[in-house]
Nanobody
Framework: QVQLVESGGGLVQAGDSLRLSCAAS????????MGWFRQAPGKEREFVAR????????NYGDSVKGRFTISRSNAKNTVYLQMTSLKPEDTAVYYCAVLRLYSSSRPEDVRYWGQGTQVTVSS
């Protein structure tokens, strides 16, 4: 079993920045493709970003491209999501995930989920 623990969420104003962190318990973290998803009230869980095992490849959802950056430290067993130019529509619970394949951005293909961290962006 792999445990994922997100942190760094909070309440910010539009235009502000936040960095989310996800700490993983597994000893094989460096073999995992990782991703971030988010879910707003009344909406489906949405793909945000993914990163390959080495960090050499990344991919972003259209709504966050150019504003969010995913990165990882395999030495620290941690994946990050740097969020800039935040908008009220970014308000959601953000979930860290272990992906079965780097090429998959579907929630149903996620291997492990974190518990989520709330991000609220005021207007």
């Amino acid at each position: 079993q792999v445990q994922l623990v997100e942190s760094g969420g909070g309440l910010v104003q539009a235009g502000d920045s936040l960095r989310l962190s996800c700490a993983a318990s597994g000893r094989t973290f460096s073999s995992y493709n990782m991703g971030w998803f988010r879910q707003a009230p009344g909406k489906e869980r949405e793909f945000v970003a993914r990163i390959s095992v080495s960090g050499s490849a990344t991919n972003y959802g259209d709504s966050v491209k150019g504003r969010f950056t995913i990165s990882r430290s395999n030495a620290k067993n941690t994946v990050y999501l740097q969020m800039t130019s935040l908008k009220p529509e970014d308000t959601a619970v953000y979930y860290c995930a272990v992906l079965r394949l780097y090429s998959s951005s579907r929630p149903e293909d996620v291997r492990y989920w974190g518990q989520g961290t709330q991000v609220t962006v005021s207007s």
